[in-house]
């Protein structure tokens, strides 16, 4: 199947001067043309795009995307570095979740801390009411 860049940048999630821009830093191949010359992206392309957001995501540098995408065109010989990148994001998105975990666990605790702070007043606001009745 063939898409148009609005229907790429669509079923990607990215904006269509992204998709241009990917295509530019030759993160993405250009895709091929249909008779009009306009871009007609394939299934094919949508999963790398994708495939490239979920780098994007876990905040990989685009120098490293870049690499990685030039590695792709050498096939199974490049496989071990190509894994080596993706084990180096890994370890790096793990970091990163060993970080927002200790953050959150701080948030739950101050939370609980304001939690129990407001039961406390409430018990005593009612006992006061109570009292005054």
């Known amino acids: 199947m063939s898409y148009s860049i609005a229907e790429a940048a669509r079923r990607s999630g990215l904006s269509i001067d992204t ?20 871009r007609a992206y394939s299934d094919d392309d949508l999963t790398w795009l994708v495939f490239l957001t979920h780098l994007r995501t ?11 995408a030039q590695l792709r065109h050498h096939g199974d010989a490049s496989a071990a570095r190509r894994m080596g990148i993706l084990v180096e994001q890994r370890a790096s998105v793990r970091a990163r979740i060993a970080d927002l975990q200790s ?25 006061v009411e109570e009292m005054s009745a």
Request: aromatic fraction near 8%; include cysteine; glycine fraction near 8%.
């Open 103 to 127: 953050c959150l666990d701080v948030l739950d605790y101050k939370i609980d801390n304001y939690d129990r702070i407001c039961r406390d007043m409430a018990g005593a606001g009612a006992t």
């Open 58 to 68: 876990t905040g990989m540098p685009i120098k490293m995307m870049r690499e990685y």
């Open 19 to 38: 998709l241009r821009y990917y295509e530019r830093i030759k993160l993405v191949d250009p895709p091929s043309r249909d008779t009009a010359g306009r």
